[in-house]
C-alpha cells in the first residue's frame, strides 16, 4: 500500500514509519515538526519508498498520488505544563490537530477509497471511575480542566471518525493508546519515562509529583507498533470500534521511579512535588477487545523495554 501518515516524525510516529516500510509500504509522512524531530527520520533519506512533506494537517493537506491507507498520528502528547512540547504550552494547535486536523485527514481517506487509522488515547477515559478501562467505558472527563484541551480534541476526533464511517462508508479504526515509552522519546518530553531516565542518568533525584501512588501501564514501542499494524489489517465485525492497545500490567508511579533508578545505578532520592492538577489517579487498559480482534498482547518485559530506552538515551546524558 501507500500509506499517508500525519506526524512521523514523532516517537510513535517514526517508529510506526520504520515498521511499515519493513513490511513493504510505501509511505508519506506528513509533519510541521512542532513536536517532532526529522533526527527520527534521517535514516530514511533518500529511500524511493520514502516521502517526507513538511505541512501542518490543520490547515489543509494534498498529497499527490494515489493513497491507500491514512494513519493519523499527528498531535502534542504530553500533559507536562512544564515542557514547551506538552498540549498545556500548544493548546490552539493540540485542539486543531484534534479536530481540524482529524477532519482533513478523513476527507483524503474518504476521496481516495482509503483505509484510515486514528491514533486515540487512553485519556478519553479522563480520571477514571471504572477499573481497568474497557472500551465501553465513557469516560470520567472535565470539558474545561487543565487537560481538556487534549481528552476533548481526541473524543471529538473519534465522534468525526465514527460519523464518517457510519454516514460515509469510511473503511476506519480507532486505536486508542495507552503509555508508550521507548527509544526516540524526547528527553524533554515532559512525560514520566523520559524525565526519570533523563534524571537518572544525571544523578539527580527523580521528581514525583504528588506521593507516587497514582498508577500508569507502560507499553514498549515495538509492542505498540505491532498492535497498530494488525489494527490497520484487521478485517471483520468490530473493527470499526475503538480498541486498546496497552500493557495491563499496571503499576505506581513511585515503583516506576524506583525501577529506573536500578536499572541505572543512580542513587540519588525521590524528590516529592506538589501533584498535577487533574492527574489521573488509575490508568489501566482492559485489552480483551484487541486480544479477540487482534491476536495481540504486549510481550516485551518492562525490565528488558526500559533497558532499550535507557541504553538509547545515553548519549543525551
Known sequence: MRILLTGGAGFIGSHLCDRLLADGHRVVVVDNLVTGQMSNLVHLAGRDDFLFLKSDVSNFI???????????????????????FGYPALPIPTLKVGALGTHHTLGV???????????????????????????????????????????????????????????????????????????????????AVPNFITQALAGQALTVYGTGAQTRSFCYIDDLIDGLVRLLAAEGPGVHEPVNLGNPNEMTVLA???????????????????????????RQPDIARARALLGWSPSTDLDAGLRRTVDSFRPRA
Open 109 to 191: 481517506a474518504h476521496s481516495r477509497g482509503a483505509r484510515y487509522l486514528l491514533a486515540s488515547t487512553s485519556e478519553i477515559y479522563g480520571d477514571p471511575q471504572v477499573h481497568p478501562q474497557d472500551e465501553t467505558y465513557v469516560g470520567h472527563v472535565d470539558p474545561i480542566g487543565p487537560r481538556s484541551v487534549y481528552d476533548e480534541a481526541k473524543r471529538f476526533a473519534e465522534a468525526i471518525t465514527m460519523a464518517y464511517h457510519r454516514f460515509h462508508g469510511v473503511d476506519t479504526r480507532i486505536a486508542r493508546i495507552f503509555n508508550t515509552y521507548g527509544p526516540r522519546m524526547r528527553a524533554d518530553d515532559g512525560r
Open 62 to 84: 494534498f498529497v499527490p498520488g494515489e493513497v491507500d491507507a491514512v494513519l493519523h498520528f499527528a498531535s502534542p502528547a504530553s500533559p507536562n505544563p512544564r515542557s514547551p
Open 256 to 282: 516506576l521511579a524506583e525501577r529506573i533508578n536500578a536499572l541505572t545505578g543512580n542513587r540519588s532520592p525521590i524528590r516529592y512535588e506538589a501533584a498535577e492538577s487533574d492527574d489521573p489517579q488509575q
